[in-house]
């Protein structure tokens, strides 16, 4: 399937991409830390929006008080985006991410035939899990994806309190943010520390600052060129300064 079928269908995080976006620049430049925003970030930002994915809870399924209790205020916020959109997880204690949703749209388009029973909401909630299915995916090529859904188990449930959620959203917003950076002729400065190793890069499609820097001015014409996003796998491929001939010349930093 195209990646597009999965980024096109509406989400609620659809309607707060300006403040995505306000949140993603205020956070870029010299000294400062990129900030992913988060769903908490969002409903702070966004007067109302807590309420809606409350609306969104409800809606789907969600329950507030059962016969074990009550749910937490944030895991309706965060079941309620599950139910209705594509979000990252981001697990605290093991560093590594993946993708989840409960959302019906989302399940009907990668699998029509997936079954997933809303009436374990109330009784994994009210222990501050979270119901849903991961989302496994796979770029076969620029645009084209494999995706497969897969159940969670009690080794890989999502324990609210050990995760961070991001909504796709924000990963599409800061891809298109560094697009349009790129396609201005934009010098950028990337850092990047992963098992511990930081890796330091630029990256423009400025062919002269390409040609500069590279063994080959034919080579640095091309890359200059390629832009490859990837937002379903948090990455995007683009050119880096200092590339030989001899490789891709792009880097694919973790969006």
């Known amino acids: 399937m195209r990646s597009e079928e999965l980024l096109s269908i509406g989400t609620p995080f659809s309607l707060v991409r300006q403040e995505i976006a306000q949140l993603l620049t205020s956070s870029i430049g010299l000294k400062k830390d990129l900030a ?17 994915l409350l609306d969104e809870f409800k809606s789907h399924g969600g329950v507030d008080e059962g016969k074990y209790g009550k749910v937490e205020y944030q895991i309706k916020l965060w079941q309620g985006a599950l139910l209705s959109s594509l979000v990252v997880g981001y697990h605290k204690p093991s560093g590594k991410w993946a993708l989840y949703t409960a959302s019906e749209k ?42 497969k859904l897969t159940r969670l ?8 309190n050990e995760y961070i959620l991001v909504p796709m959203e924000s990963f599409v917003v800061l891809t298109e943010i560094i697009k349009n950076s790129l396609a201005k002729g934009d010098l ?35 890359v200059s060129n390629e832009v490859y996003p990837q937002p379903l796998s948090l990455k995007l491929y683009c050119p880096v300064v200092g ?13």
């Open 188 to 222: 950028l400065f990337t850092t990047q520390t992963l098992g511990g190793i930081r890796k330091d890069r630029f990256v423009t499609r400025n062919a002269l600052v390409l040609e500069k820097y590279a063994d080959s001015k034919a080579f640095a014409q091309k």
């Open 36 to 52: 992913i925003p988060t769903i908490n970030m969002l409903v702070n930002a966004k007067q109302g929006f807590g309420q809606f």
């Open 106 to 147: 989302f399940i009907s388009a990668i699998n029509p035939s997936q079954e997933f029973s809303i009436d374990k909401i109330y009784d994994k909630n009210v222990e501050g899990i979270l119901h849903a299915l991961r989302v496994d995916i796979e770029y076969t090529s620029k645009d084209e994806v494999t995706a």
């Open 153 to 160: 188990t009690v080794k890989t449930n999502i324990v609210a």
């Open 243 to 255: 590339a030989t001939s001899n490789t891709t010349g792009l880097t694919a930093p973790s969006t």
